[in-house]
């Protein structure tokens, strides 16, 4: 590993606001990743996802598409295509196809792009609970997650159930029974998991469909819509997750 | 072409080899002197603090196991204490002083080195081995590590290139190297798995093919699991039959200890074409142990070690998404894989019969040289083929409570990076510590931890005020880099940093030079000026013997005789040879020794005088290591 808090090797992400439309080799216009006169790489800039593969900020994505354009920009950005250029565009290659892979790795998955559009809309997802973590650790208390009222007596059960099982298996005792309704309570978890992902195609129809200037009393009920979809899923998800470490146990 | 001449190497747990690419477009080993393709990666000390390198340093190992290290490959990277388990199979002798958290250093006779500079040792016999090939300086390399090894074991793996005067163009994960290998000729399509078993390592690669690209999706692995456990096992048997039947303890016998590592070692590859075979080793007082050991027990006792391998290989497939139906080519890799068992194994695993028509020693070499061809430019063979890899381990902070907050996860394409915030949590703070950490464990204290930071010199501001951006990026070596910088008053915050393992670059630096010692031509040298120096010596000391009254008892002929030798010392002493040098000081030498012991006798007489031992000051006299130093005394 090797740290740096020298200027000029610190990463071009933070020089926010430095951007030129000048290509810095033959001082033509530049597109976004080459000099659309000469060919040569440009400097990394600060860029969200989408405007790095110059797509709108949509949910819909043509992932095969995405794909093809992650293929032919990796071949052009790689380090292993500068490793004989000088140290300046080298930096810039290793900058530049971090932030291609970042971006292909987010937005390639439907929760992950959900949740970067939610994240540069200005919704901080992670961090919130990420803050509620800590504040739950320092003052001692267990953190309170909200359970979404339709799962409330379905979480219920299922907590005296993973109770009872995690009991048994200190024991060493097995109850088939109990496992096979926990098996259920699984599947059915599933089930609504899966569903959730139809209701998201549904938000992801209606964001789209904003105009590109729409006002913010417009966009707002739509990215409510999607952080309650995406709190609700990491909820069952994690209850997935409690159950079938019980069960592969 | 010829001055950026790149080579491929593998530095593996038990050989190592250098590769490049042929103007046939064919990736080929570069033989060492002894015409063989593999260097043995063993390192030894010879009496005349030589270092020793590959096959001739074996008979250290066999008879004077403390000159000798071998397997150092698991000790890259790695600090005292993830070692214990290490240090109670392998006979790595560490030096006495070691702190905890330092770098270890293994001795070797009564001088020690840490892991990478005895790497460097083998790296330059490597690169000394494609000099004599090309006829011309080899100063680039692209270096194999196991996929699954962390930051620290790769950053070791860099140093020890630099330390063995090597620019280190990339480190290319080693199952990945061989699908390059197998991929060159070969326009594959589709999903392929790589599972290479080497010495010490277990790698799982599953590789996408697609025009080219050679994209990793999911690798897993063990850095400490290999052929050398094997071995261990089949030694442990030994050694207790040896201790229950024939009363002998050998456990502290380096030399037998080695003597019956070779044995098993022969027995294992035997057992490879034959059904049954012997262990025979010969031991003090012309006893013998001998074993016969068939091929179902040999199995079965090496059956848990293979069942570590199902894990990650499952694992992978997993984070792949992708069940054995939809892997396409299955390639073996390492040695380990020669064993009939471990190819039933990942037969039944995948359900596919395994690629191996490429020698599975030879094979990451070979990729490594492809990789080698990319960098330095490629050729008609490499033109469109890309390499996308892998981090194998998920980056992670601790976060409050001891947990790990992951910021890069397992399997993301590299470069790979992430943004965090961090900020104060009491007024006027000026500074934020940082753990980093690699691994999939929930809590800090169960993963690696990489390095532990101190952002400094924030601006005091009310508590949670500062918003300091750190920003972390995984390299295509697979290795870290960290920048910050305090947002609100855009100060750079000061960062020091203190690795959890590895050498700084201070330390790398001064490895360097010293390393030069070891060069063949810079050690010839600096014999040349060490034999210059003795022979100054001695010629200073000459000069003002002949100003001592003893000078005049010697004979005509004696002062004749030293004056000729003389003479003659002063003719050669500002040639390169030192040979020469070392003769001419030898005859001076001997024809001044009388001088030398006449000067003694007046010292003492003088003492007899009245003056008392101290202040003649003969102390020196008798164990100095030149018989004409009490010349010195005034």
């Not at chain 1, 799962?151 to 109850?175: P, T, W, Y």
């Not at chain 2, 008879?63 to 204490?81: D, F, N, Q």
């Not at chain 2, 070499?365 to 050729?379: C, N, P, R, T, Y």
Request: charged fraction near 30%; charge should be negative.
């Amino acid at each position: 590993m090797s740290v740096t808090n020298k200027p000029e090797a610190a990463l071009q992400m933070f020089d926010e606001g430095a951007v030129t439309h000048a290509c810095w080799s033959c001082g033509d216009m530049r597109a976004a990743h080459f000099c659309q006169s000469c060919g040569k790489l440009q400097p990394a800039l600060p860029t969200d996802y989408f405007t790095f593969f110059g797509l709108p900020r949509k949910l819909n994505v043509d992932v095969a598409a995405l794909e093809n354009e992650f293929y032919k920009l990796s071949r052009k950005l790689h380090p292993d295509l500068y490793a004989r250029a000088a140290g300046q565009e080298r930096q810039w290659s290793l900058e530049k196809s971090s932030q291609l892979n970042d971006a292909y790795r987010t937005l390639r998955d439907p929760i992950a792009r959900t949740g970067y559009l939610l994240k540069i809309e200005g919704v901080q997802l992670e961090e919130q609970s990420k803050a509620a973590t800590d504040k739950a650790r320092q003052t001692g208390e267990e953190k309170k997650q909200v359970i979404p009222p339709e799962l409330l007596e379905e979480v219920f059960e299922l907590n005296m159930q993973l109770e009872e099982a995690r009991i048994n298996k200190k024991m060493g005792e097995r109850d088939p029974e109990l496992l096979r309704e926990m098996e259920g309570t699984r599947n059915d978890l599933q089930a609504k998991h899966d569903a959730l992902m139809d209701e998201l195609h549904g938000y992801w129809n209606e964001w789209d469909a904003l105009p590109e200037d729409a006002d913010e009393s417009l966009r707002k009920p739509v990215r409510d819509k999607m952080v309650g979809l995406l709190n609700r899923r990491s909820y069952i998800r994690n209850l997935v997750r409690d159950v079938n470490e019980v069960l592969e146990a | 072409m010829a001055e950026e001449r790149v080579v491929g190497i593998d530095l593996g747990t038990t050989n190592s080899l250098v590769a490049f690419m042929g103007t046939d477009g064919k990736p080929q080993v570069i033989p060492g002197e002894d015409g063989s393709n593999l260097v043995p990666s063993l390192v030894a000390l010879d009496t005349k603090s030589q270092i020793i390198v590959g096959n001739p340093a074996r008979k250290y190992l066999i008879e004077t196991p403390e000159r000798a290290v071998y397997s150092i490959k698991r000790l890259m990277g790695r600090g005292v204490e993830d070692i214990r388990e290490e240090l109670k199979l392998f006979p790595f002798r560490l030096a006495e002083d070691l702190q905890p958290g330092e770098v270890l250093r293994i001795k070797l006779a009564d001088k020690d080195y840490t892991p990478p500079e005895i790497s460097a040792f083998i790296l330059r016999q490597l690169k000394r081995n494609a000099e004599r090939y090309f006829g011309a300086p080899v100063k680039k390399a692209v270096i194999t590590v196991p996929a699954y090894f962390n930051d620290a074991q790769r950053q070791a793996t860099k140093d020890a290139g630099r330390i063995a005067g090597l620019e280190v163009l990339r480190l290319v994960n080693e199952p990945t190297a061989a699908a390059l290998a197998y991929g060159l000729d070969q326009q594959h399509a589709g999903v392929a798995a790589v599972y290479d078993l080497g010495g010490g390592t277990f790698d799982i690669s599953i590789l996408r093919l697609h025009e080219g690209i050679f994209e990793v999706i999911a690798t897993n692995g063990d850095t400490h699991l290999g052929g050398d456990d094997i071995d261990n096992l089949l030694i442990t048997i030994a050694l207790d039959d040896i201790r229950g039947d024939m009363g002998l303890d050998c456990r502290r016998t380096a030399e037998v200890v080695q003597a019956i590592r070779k044995a098993v070692i022969d027995a294992k590859i035997a057992l490879s074409s034959y059904q049954e075979t012997i262990i025979e080793v010969d031991l003090p007082g012309r006893k013998k142990y001998q074993r016969e050991i068939t091929r179902q027990q040999f199995e079965k006792l090496m059956e848990p070690i293979l069942q570590r391998t199902v894990g990650p290989v499952k694992q992978a497939m997993k984070d792949a998404g992708l069940t054995p139906e939809q892997i396409n080519e299955v390639a073996l890799v390492g040695g380990s894989t020669r064993i009939p068992r471990v190819r039933q194994m990942v037969r039944d695993l995948f359900k596919r019969e395994p690629h191996s028509e490429l020698n599975p020693d030879e094979v990451v070499a070979l990729g490594a040289a492809v990789q080698a061809d990319i960098l330095g430019g490629g050729s008609e063979a490499t033109k469109d083929m890309l390499l996308l890899d892998v981090t194998p381990l998920s980056l992670g902070i601790e976060a409050l409570g001891g947990v790990v907050a992951k910021i890069i996860h397992r399997n993301s394409t590299i470069p790979a990076s992430a943004t965090e915030h961090f900020t104060t949590g009491v007024e006027g703070q000026t500074n934020v510590a940082i753990h980093v950490l690699q691994g999939e464990r929930e809590l800090a204290k169960d993963n690696r931890s990489l390095a532990r930071f101190d952002l400094k010199g924030i601006p005091p501001m009310p508590a949670g005020l500062p918003r300091i951006e750190v920003r972390f990026l995984i390299d295509a070596n697979g290795i870290l880099h960290v920048s910050a910088r305090e947002q609100r008053s855009g100060k750079e915050a000061e960062i020091s940093v203190q690795p959890s393992y590895g050498l700084t670059d201070e330390q790398v630096e001064n490895m360097i030079l010293e390393s030069f010692d070891y060069a063949e031509e810079d050690f010839r040298q600096r014999q040349v000026i060490e034999a210059r120096n003795e022979a100054s010596t001695i010629l200073t000391a000459l000069e003002k013997g002949k100003r001592n009254p003893a000078w005049r008892q010697l004979t005509s002929d004696e002062r004749k005789q030293i004056a000729k030798q003389e003479k003659a010392l002063r003719a050669v002493v500002d040639e390169n040879d030192h040979h020469a040098v070392r003769s001419a000081i030898d005859a001076l030498n001997q024809g001044t020794m009388r001088l030398a012991e006449l000067m003694m006798d007046s010292a003492v007489g003088s003492a007899l005088k009245g003056k008392t031992m101290e202040e003649v000051n003969v102390g020196e006299g008798p164990e100095a290591p030149h018989p004409i130093a009490p010349a010195e005394i005034k």
